[in-house]
């Protein structure tokens, strides 16, 4: 038996979907605005003990947009990629399928 969902249902429900992550994630940033995270209540108090103080980073992503273009290059490099071995990624899975349908059309499997 095969399941099968039809497009308005699947539209639908992934609509839901969205806007439940959407509404968690702005609960969950409204809640935890006031505490303080890991680094700054242990890391940071520890550090401080054995004479460790934070450094700047070598290379400062809080800076305008510079972590968004480091994720857009890493994305296009990534495209490219993808897109360059494109065959070789979906032929092998189409000879398979392929494969797959011959061998229960034969009654084989």
């Known amino acids: 038996m095969k399941f099968q969902i039809s497009n ?3 539209q639908i ?3 839901f979907c969205l806007l439940f992550t959407v509404h968690c994630s ?6 935890a605005a006031g505490w303080s995270g890991v680094d700054e209540s242990v890391v940071e108090k520890y ?5 460790r103080e934070a450094k700047e980073p070598l290379i400062n992503t809080d800076q305008g947009d ?3 273009f480091m994720f857009l290059t890493g994305g ?3 495209g490219f990629a993808a897109g360059y071995y494109w065959r070789t990624l979906m032929e092998d899975r189409t000879k398979t399928a392929e494969n797959r349908a011959q061998i229960t059309d034969r009654g084989e499997g």
Request: proline share 0%; hydrophobic share 60%; aromatic share 8%.
């Open 66 to 68: 510079l972590l968004l």
């Open 76 to 78: 296009v490099i990534g």
């Open 13 to 15: 429900l992934l609509t």
């Open 26 to 31: 702005l609960v969950t940033t409204a809640l």
């Open 47 to 51: 550090a401080k003990e054995h004479g």
């Open 8 to 10: 308005f249902k699947f």
